[in-house]
């Protein structure tokens, strides 16, 4: 019984790897497209211009209330 679960545990592991590698990688993106985005909304709300403004506070303040 022992081995059998080692075994299959040894059969799953390329394809759990491969998953962990996906989720670091899809993670890390995500992180990276989020601070670009951040950092572009501080910016916007930030702005002399107030139709610029607005639509950052706008955005924010709807993600906010979700």
Do not use: C, H, N
């Amino acid at each position: 019984m022992m081995e059998e679960a080692f075994q299959l545990a040894l059969d799953s592991a390329p394809f759990l790897l491969k998953g962990a590698y996906y989720t670091v990688i899809l993670s890390l993106g995500g992180m990276f497209f989020g601070l670009v985005m951040g950092f572009g909304l501080a910016l916007m709300r930030l702005s002399r211009f107030k139709l610029v403004s607005w639509i950052a506070r706008i955005y924010v303040s709807f993600f906010r209330g979700t």
